[in-house]
């Protein structure tokens, strides 16, 4: 009897011998934390975590700073080149969308990640609609922009691009990649990392 308890004791200590060799080999061969990736664009590093859904993260003016996009992914996204001039020093921007624009959704995410960003700089992000509708957001349209409180509109069209019509700034999209494209190459105006 003895003889059969110890066998069991020594092969129940050579598997767990076999799984901690195991672990540790797969850690060393593996890596011990999840796969980051870093990319550094005009010499600031992006960093993701492939846990987040490949979410960029930037130190930016010594703040964090969050992008769905890197700049290399959205620099051909047709944008003026005084666009970061219109957001220089401001304290508030609006932005607008249609309210049976088919991209809503996206355009609401879009919306709600630009605020969460732009709140680490002081900027407040105000939102709204183009028209009157049951929810308690003020109607605001490019005949409201000013040169303090520039309009960002959101906008459906054939193609993605970001354009001006005096201080209302129209970031147009196909579809709803797109949009969240167009936030990221606002938000690379608006902290001076794109021109």
Known sequence: MPDKKQKRRWGLML???????????????FGGSPQ???????????????????????SINGKQAAFSFLPEEVKDIKA???LYKK???????????D???????????????M?????????????GLTENSTFSLPIIT??????NVPVVYFKSGNSTRIYLDNDCVIA?????????????RLLYAVLGVMK
């Open 99 to 113: 309210l049976n624009n088919t991209y809503k959704e996206s355009i609401a995410l879009s919306q709600h990640q």
């Open 80 to 82: 003026p080149d005084e």
């Open 87 to 97: 957001f220089q020093d401001k304290i508030e921007i609006d932005v607008t969308y």
């Open 142 to 147: 490019c005949k409201d922009a000013t040169a």
């Open 15 to 29: 598997f767990l011998v076999i799984i901690m060799i195991g672990t540790s080999f797969s850690v060393f061969l």
């Open 115 to 127: 605020g969460i960003t732009l709140s680490e700089y002081g900027i407040f992000l105000r939102k």
């Open 172 to 184: 147009e999209a196909s579809t709803n990649i797109d949009f969240i494209k167009a936030k990221d």
């Open 36 to 58: 980051s990736d870093v990319v550094r664009y005009n010499g600031i590093k992006f960093v993701s975590n492939n846990l987040q859904g490949k979410l960029w993260i930037a």
